[in-house]
């Protein structure tokens, strides 16, 4: 017994509409993520599906066939068999298909049975019925969308959309901050007047302490000689009694 996988969606369209579309396997197989189709002939078409777990991804190669299709109740079979492209694991699945009227809408069940070997059976029964129902979720909100759209408007085999996920899935990477680059100064005009140096020129390291040495000799030069003449004006010439003091007896 495989894993029951089931979901149910609404198009609005007649269900006439809506029988045609399911049955245009060229139409509605962009809408299913991570699925590519490569050729169709009558009710069977090949293609490949790559899906992800739990961080493992596995591209499945395979065919799809309808197996029955009964407009009077609305009702189909579609039966799937693939394998993985690198490795010996397979996937199957067995598709019922029933579209019933909902008001001028119409009400798409799908009950699907998958079995799955090789890489894909590592993954919890449980996860991977909720990756399959998050699959067809994706695909009946896709196809609802193209449903309502003119026909002038549709895209025959537009892009597929993002590959689903389980889980636990890794988040997308962050982008790379943005580094701010300096601006750099814009080059000088040659012919736009330039602005003239200051006329004061500072003395390299050296040489002011060579003109602070200078400058302390010259003040003390100047301290001596003052010194110098004011002890000569006290000192009396040869001969002479010092000022304040009587003649020698």
């Known amino acids: 017994m495989g894993i029951p996988v089931r979901h149910d969606f609404l198009l609005a369209v007649p269900v006439e509409e809506a029988w045609r579309m399911v049955r245009d396997l060229p139409r509605i197989a962009p809408h299913l993520p991570g699925a590519t189709l490569d050729s169709v002939d009558g009710e069977c078409a090949d293609g490949r599906l790559r899906v992800r777990l739990r961080g493992l991804t596995v591209t499945y190669r395979g065919r799809l066939?309808?197996?029955?299709?009964?407009?009077?109740?609305?009702?189909?079979?579609v039966e799937a068999e693939a394998r993985e492209a690198r490795g010996d694991g397979r996937a199957s699945a067995t598709i019922a298909g029933r579209l019933s009227d909902e008001g001028g809408s119409t009400r798409v069940t799908i009950d699907a049975d998958v079995s799955v070997t090789g890489r894909g059976a590592l993954v919890e029964p449980a996860v991977l019925a909720a990756a399959g129902e998050r699959l067809l979720?994706?695909?009946?909100?896709?196809?609802?969308?193209?449903?309502?759209?003119?026909a002038a408007d549709r895209v025959d085999g537009a892009a597929p959309p993002p590959e689903v996920r389980g889980a636990d899935a890794s988040p997308p990477p962050e982008e790379p901050p943005v580094v701010a680059v300096p601006r750099q100064a814009p080059e000088p005009d040659p012919l736009s007047p330039q602005p003239v140096p200051s006329a004061r020129r500072v003395l390299p390291s050296p040489l002011r302490v060579l003109a602070a040495a200078g400058a302390g000799l010259a003040a003390l030069i100047a301290v001596r000689e003052v010194y110098r003449l004011r002890r000569a004006a006290t000192v009396p010439a040869p001969g002479r009694p010092r000022p304040g003091r009587g003649a020698l007896r």
Do not use: H, N
Request: glycine content about 12%; proline content about 4%; hydrophobic content about 45%.
């Open 65 to 77: 066939l309808i197996l029955s299709a009964d407009r009077g109740d609305g009702e189909f079979v």
């Open 137 to 150: 979720a994706r695909f009946g909100t896709s196809l609802a969308a193209e449903a309502t759209q003119p």
